[in-house]
C-alpha cells in the first residue's frame, strides 16, 4: 500500500482563520479523498480530488468552506477557511489502491478556539 | 445517503478469546465492504475487505463473513491479543472505487487481561 502523510499532524487555530491541509503520497494515485472524523465520531467523506478536475463534494460541505487542490498524482491540499469551533475534528486523506480499496494517513487534528 | 451501522458501541473480550464484530448496512447496491482498524491518535488501518459476490474471506487471524440476505457484515478476530485494543469500522463502497466510504459508527474493541 501507498505511504501517506499529512502535515500538519495538528494544530491549533483562532476562529475566523484558516488552515491548509498537506497530504503527500509516495507514488502516483488516481483517486484521492478528503474524510473529517468529529471527536468520538466516525469518519465522513468531505470531498473526492481528482487531478485535473475540480473537487466534488458531498452532502453538507462546500467549496468556500472546504477548497481543494489537487496539482499533481501525488498532493493534495485541503483548506478550512474561517474556521469555528465545530471544526475542531481530525481530517484525514486517504488514496484508492488501485480498484476498490483505501488507505488513510494518519491525520491532521484540528482544535479551533 | 444510506447509511452503514454498527449494533454495539463497545466489545470487552478476555485475551486469548475470539471476537466478533458485526455490522448493519442498508445499500443493497453496496458491491464492496472493508473493515478498518484505527487505533488511539492514527488514521484507520485497512485490515480486510469483501465483495459482493463472496461471503467470506479469511486473513491472518481474521475472517469477514457477509449475509447479504440481512444484509449483515461481520469481522473474526481469532485468539484476540492486547494489541487489537482499538476501534473498528466497517465501511461500504458503492460507486466501482470510483466514490468515497461510507463508514459505520465503530465499535471499541477492549482487550481484558
Known amino acids: 500500500s501507498a505511504v501517506i502523510s499529512q502535515k500538519p499532524s495538528r494544530d491549533i487555530c483562532q476562529r475566523g482563520t484558516s488552515l491548509t491541509i498537506q497530504c503527500q503520497v509516495d507514488?502516483?494515485?488516481?483517486?484521492m479523498f478528503w474524510y473529517r472524523q468529529q471527536p468520538g465520531q466516525s469518519l465522513t467523506l468531505i470531498a473526492t480530488?481528482?487531478?485535473?478536475?475540480?473537487?466534488?463534494?458531498e452532502s453538507g460541505f462546500v467549496i468556500d468552506k472546504f477548497p481543494i487542490s489537487r496539482p499533481n498524482l501525488t498532493f493534495s491540499t485541503l483548506t478550512v477557511s474561517n474556521m469555528s469551533p465545530e471544526d475542531s475534528s481530525i481530517y484525514l486523506c486517504?488514496?484508492?489502491?488501485?480498484?476498490?480499496?483505501?488507505?488513510f494517513g494518519p491525520g491532521t487534528r484540528l482544535t479551533v478556539t | 445517503g444510506e447509511s452503514v451501522g454498527l449494533h454495539l458501541p463497545t466489545l470487552s473480550v478476555q485475551e486469548g478469546d475470539n471476537s466478533i464484530i458485526n455490522c448493519a448496512y442498508s445499500?443493497?447496491?453496496?458491491?464492496?465492504f472493508i473493515w478498518y482498524k484505527q487505533e488511539s491518535g492514527k488514521g484507520p488501518q485497512f485490515i480486510i475487505d469483501?465483495?459482493?459476490n463472496m461471503d467470506k474471506r479469511q486473513g491472518q487471524r481474521v475472517t469477514v463473513l457477509l449475509n447479504k440476505t440481512v444484509k449483515h457484515l461481520s469481522l473474526q478476530i481469532a485468539a484476540t491479543q492486547p494489541g487489537d485494543s482499538a476501534v473498528y469500522f466497517c465501511?461500504?463502497?458503492w460507486g466501482g472505487g470510483a466514490d468515497g466510504l461510507t463508514f459505520g459508527k465503530g465499535t471499541h474493541l477492549i482487550i481484558q487481561p
Open positions: 465501511a461500504e463502497n
Open positions: 486517504s488514496v484508492g489502491g488501485g480498484t476498490y480499496e483505501q488507505y
Open positions: 469483501i465483495r459482493s
Open positions: 480530488a481528482n487531478q485535473g478536475s475540480e473537487a466534488t463534494y
Open positions: 445499500n443493497s447496491a453496496s458491491d464492496y
Open positions: 507514488s502516483q494515485v488516481t483517486m
